[in-house]
T-cell receptor
């Protein structure tokens, strides 16, 4: 079974600065997908960024980028130019690359609470 | 409009009550999920429905009873719950057979068992 570990329960960053959230995972699969989700106080989980394991290039979405190290099974999220609206819980998640019944579910980490200091 | 709507947003119930949580998705997805979110724990997958058929029950106690009448609606029927069942219950939907598809989540129901 796959596991996802987020070792930082809480992080804080000064507004406009850069912060990196860590995530490691364990799997025996070679084809899979990794996600970062954001959960603000409104509680709805919002997809921030997605990475395909077969792609060497790190995914980027505006101020959000990842550092994907497949051999190390590491998938960190970098937030540049932090804004007050970035304050939220951030969850790392894993999905198998095999798309059939039973393999489509996401496995989540415990989350990192990010605080933005004005 | 999120695409996945959960009601009610908050629910307080006694241990002898019976209540239901509702989830509705308007995205044309073919899979729906119930997750339990407790403080400082990973999200726990409870049930998976694909094409309105239950394909996974993650050892959930029988006091939680899911129902999926069609691929757009998902219910979680609750009865004789325990205080430790208090949590945020999240519904999500996705597309099976589409590689790398993520989930779309609802805003959850905050359940308090007293």
């Amino acid at each position: 079974a796959q596991t996802v570990t987020q070792s930082q329960p809480e992080m804080s960053v000064q507004e406009a600065e850069t912060v990196t959230l860590s995530c490691t995972y364990d799997t025996s699969e070679s084809d899979y997908y990794l996600f970062w989700y954001k959960q603000p106080p409104s509680r709805q989980m919002i997809l921030v960024i997605r990475q395909e394991a077969y792609k060497q290039q790190n995914a980027t979405e505006n101020r959000f980028s990842v550092n994907f190290q497949k051999a190390a099974k590491s998938f960190s999220l970098k937030i540049s130019d932090s804004q007050l609206g970035d304050a939220a819980m951030y969850f790392c998640a894993y999905r198998s690359g095999i798309s059939n019944f039973g393999n489509e579910k996401l496995t989540f980490g415990t989350g990192t609470r990010l605080t933005i200091i004005p | 409009e999120t695409g996945v709507t959960q009601t009610p947003r908050h629910l307080v119930m006694g241990m002898t009550n019976k209540k239901s949580l509702k989830c509705e998705q308007h995205l044309g997805h073919n899979a729906m999920y119930w997750y339990k979110q407790s403080a400082k724990k990973p999200l726990e997958l409870m049930f998976v429905y694909n094409f309105k058929e239950q394909t996974e029950n993650n050892s959930v106690p029988s006091r939680f009873s899911p129902e999926c009448p069609n691929s757009s609606h998902l219910f979680l029927h609750l009865h004789t719950l325990q205080p430790e069942d208090s949590a945020l219950y999240l519904c999500a939907s996705s597309q099976v057979f589409v590689q790398g598809y993520g989930y779309t989540f609802g805003s959850g129901t905050r359940l308090t068992v007293v």
